[in-house]
């Protein structure tokens, strides 16, 4: 279980992330949405450690990660998409992957098992492959994809990792409509697996009405509503907010 409590942060004068408490409990999918700006990245980066808090708690399972770099908090199996920046532009698509995989299993000290388990690892890549529909694309250098490809290969790595917590922030951005489905299609499954927990910043409606068993809508950096999303959807608060839609005008 992921919990924020009164998390903050400033930047400057700036509340870019206010007093946010929230819980997420495996098996959940929850949409955080609002409008540009509103703190949605930011918060993931609270999250995930790349940003230090302000003020307020990041718990995972109870235990107080706060105060934790990144890398720690991905040990302790919380996911965040790798950024372009992340990968090794100089290796192949498989190598990332098997890396990523690799990373995960951590390297024992029994060398006969680290044997055995580099066929299961090898395994594991050729699948993730498959499912991100890389597999074509395999000894690709990672830095010679078109940004489709290199936005299914910061999945794949994700996917690698296999974190208890997935966060993912537009993970369909920019796609073109034949990679988006296949993105979609990965979190979908991953949903059916009720032991993880995770969260989207999705901006498509119909997406969020298919995958989301909740949504969390920030404004302003502040927590504004929370629910099943029917009903978030339709509260005035967000039809104002995050879908930009003018209150409805007092008859002259
Ligand atoms: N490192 C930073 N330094 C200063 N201000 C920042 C920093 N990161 C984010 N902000 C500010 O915090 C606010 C929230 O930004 P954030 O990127 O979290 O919004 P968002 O909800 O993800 O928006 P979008 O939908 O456009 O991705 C913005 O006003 C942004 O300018
Ligand atoms: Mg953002």
């Known amino acids: 279980m992921l919990e924020?409590?009164?998390?903050?942060?400033?930047?400057?004068?700036?509340?870019?992330?206010?007093?946010v408490s929230c819980v997420f409990t495996p098996g959940t999918l929850t949409a955080i949405v609002g409008p540009n700006g509103a703190g949605k990245t930011t918060y993931f980066n609270l999250i995930s450690g790349q940003l230090p808090a302000s003020e307020g708690q990041v718990l995972l399972d109870g235990m107080d990660i706060t105060r934790l770099g990144?890398?720690?908090?991905?040990?302790?199996?919380?996911g965040r998409a790798f950024q372009l920046t992340q990968l090794f532009a100089q290796l192949s698509v498989q190598e990332n992957v098997r890396l990523a995989v690799q990373a995960r299993h951590g390297g024992g000290l029994n060398c006969w098992r680290v044997w055995l388990d580099r066929q299961d690892w090898l395994e594991e890549t050729r699948e993730i492959l498959a499912e991100t529909q890389l597999w074509p694309q395999r000894d690709a250098l990672a830095a010679s994809l078109p940004h489709g490809d290199q936005r299914k290969l910061e999945v794949a790595m994700l996917m690698a990792l296999d974190p208890r917590v997935y966060l993912f922030?537009?993970?369909?951005?920019?796609?073109?409509?034949?990679?988006?489905?296949?993105?979609?299609?990965?979190?979908?499954?991953?949903?059916?697996r009720r032991d993880r927990?995770?969260?989207?910043?999705e901006h498509k409606m119909d997406v969020l009405r298919e995958l989301a068993d909740r949504i969390v809508v920030l404004h302003q950096g502040a927590l504004?509503?929370?629910?099943?999303?029917?009903s978030v959807m339709a509260s005035p608060l967000v039809q104002q907010a995050y879908l930009g839609v003018a209150p409805v005008q007092e008859a002259a």
Request: hydrophobic fraction near 40%; avoid cysteine; glycine fraction near 8%.
């Open 197 to 201: 927990t995770i969260l989207l910043v």
């Open 224 to 230: 504004v509503a929370d629910g099943e999303p029917a």
């Open 169 to 192: 922030d537009e993970p369909t951005a920019g796609m073109s409509a034949d990679d988006a489905p296949v993105v979609l299609d990965l979190i979908r499954r991953l949903k059916t």
């Open 4 to 19: 924020t409590r009164h998390l903050s942060i400033r930047f400057g004068g700036h509340v870019a992330v206010n007093r």
């Open 70 to 78: 990144a890398p720690q908090r991905t040990r302790r199996g919380l």
